[in-house]
Every structure is written in structure tokens, then in C-alpha cells.
């Protein structure tokens, strides 16, 4: 259960949404320029809102009328962007163990077998990631996020920057993910037929505003 309201002002555009999600897989859809990546950021600490209140599973991130705003490493976030932006540097074993830093001493929800067998990506691991597809890396960057043992996975557009095999080939373990681990996840697109397949509920944007939130 999330609850997200939030304004901000950016020049002319006034981003400006109030809703109580139920997820477990929330879309957020519309257009470019509609303000969905503008609700992640805020909601990960990567931005600041003028006011609002951001809550997960009954934590308070933000609350700027009570003075609350955890910093990004508070937040327990997955964090999956439109390129993998894996390190270059490192094999892909290690760009998951990098991961598993962010744990902490919590007991981990996420075992790194159980990731990597969800994940398909027990024969990627001594691999560097210019030698990985870009459905390849889609499928480590998400690993390396879930290593993190999130409370919350925000995906910003994971798929866009993948032809339409690439993307045929990603989607099922997004299923995979929702139906095993059931993380709550905020996932933004512009396609319809993606968010259809894998939302629990979608909310369309426009203009910086919500228009509509349909729950299946």
C-alpha cells in the first residue's frame, strides 16, 4: 500500500497528484512529458517535492508539512532505469553482490540463487557487460536492484530502449518477479500493451495530473 501526494512546480509545469495505491504492480502511463518520472524521482529522494506525503507499507518518507524527508539511501529502493547501467568495470557476480552492500544487517528476502534462477542469469555471472544483449543487461540491472532487498522497486521505462524481440524476450521474467516475490513496484510506460500485461492497477497521467486509475 502506497500513498503519493505530491506537487512540485517546474517552470510552466505543475506536477500535482494525490492517490492511495494498492499494487502489488502499479503503472504509471501517458504520454512523455506527462510527469512520470518527475512521481519516481520524488518518491526514491532523488527529488524534492514543494510539499506532499510519500508513504510505503505504513513508512513515512516524506511529509514536508511535518518537517520528514528521508535521504535516498533511507529509502530501500530498487531502482531500474530505461538503459541497465550496470558498472563497467565489473563482471556481472559483481555488479549483483554490489547489491547486496545496501542490505545492511537485514535478514535478506532475496537470496541471491533465487534471484539469479528467477532471473535467468546463472550462465551470465563471469561475463562483462558490454559482452551482454540489451535484454541481458535489462535482466542483471534488475537482479542487482532486487539484491538490495528493496521495500520498493520503481521501474522507469526498463523496456524502451529494447526492439520488440529483446522486449518479448524480458517480459515474462517481469512476470516471473511480480507473480514469486509479489514487491511492490512502480512501473512507468508509455505502451499500453506492456502495462496491461504486467499492472495491477494503472494510473493514467497527463499535464503533470492524474486523469484515471484502473484496478484489475
Not at 528476502?109 to 551482454?132: A, M, S, T, Y
Not at 535482466?139 to 532487498?149: E, T
Not at 526498463?158 to 507473480?179: N, Q, T
Amino acid at each position: 500500500m502506497m500513498e503519493i501526494c505530491i506537487s512540485r512546480r517546474q517552470g510552466e509545469f505543475l506536477l500535482d497528484v494525490d492517490m492511495k495505491l494498492e499494487g502489488p504492480v502499479t503503472a504509471l502511463f501517458g504520454p512523455s512529458g506527462a510527469g512520470k518520472t518527475s512521481v519516481l524521482q520524488i518518491v526514491a529522494g532523488l527529488a524534492n517535492a514543494d510539499r506532499g506525503r510519500v508513504v510505503v507499507n505504513g513508512v513515512i518518507w516524506l511529509d514536508t508539512s511535518a518537517g520528514i524527508n528521508l535521504p535516498a539511501h533511507q529509502r530501500r529502493i530498487g531502482y531500474v532505469f530505461q538503459e541497465g547501467r550496470l558498472f563497467p568495470h565489473l563482471r556481472v557476480r559483481s555488479n549483483l553482490n554490489y547489491g547486496r552492500w545496501f542490505r545492511r544487517d537485514r535478514t535478506a528476502r532475496f537470496e541471491r540463487d533465487d534471484v539469479i534462477g528467477l532471473l535467468g542469469i546463472g550462465g551470465l555471472l563471469d561475463r562483462w557487460p558490454v559482452n551482454l544483449s540489451g535484454g541481458e543487461a535489462q535482466r542483471v540491472a534488475i537482479g542487482r536492484a532486487l539484491m538490495s532487498d528493496p521495500d520498493l522497486l520503481l521501474m522507469d521505462e526498463p523496456l524502451a530502449s529494447l526492439d520488440s524481440a529483446r522486449r518479448a524476450e524480458i517480459l515474462p521474467y517481469i512476470e516471473k518477479l511480480r507473480d514469486h516475490f509479489g514487491l511492490p513496484t512502480l512501473y512507468v510506460s508509455h505502451a499500453r500493451e506492456e502495462i496491461e500485461r504486467l499492472a495491477n492497477e494503472i494510473v493514467t497521467m497527463e499535464a503533470g495530473k492524474v486523469v484515471s486509475v484502473d484496478r484489475r
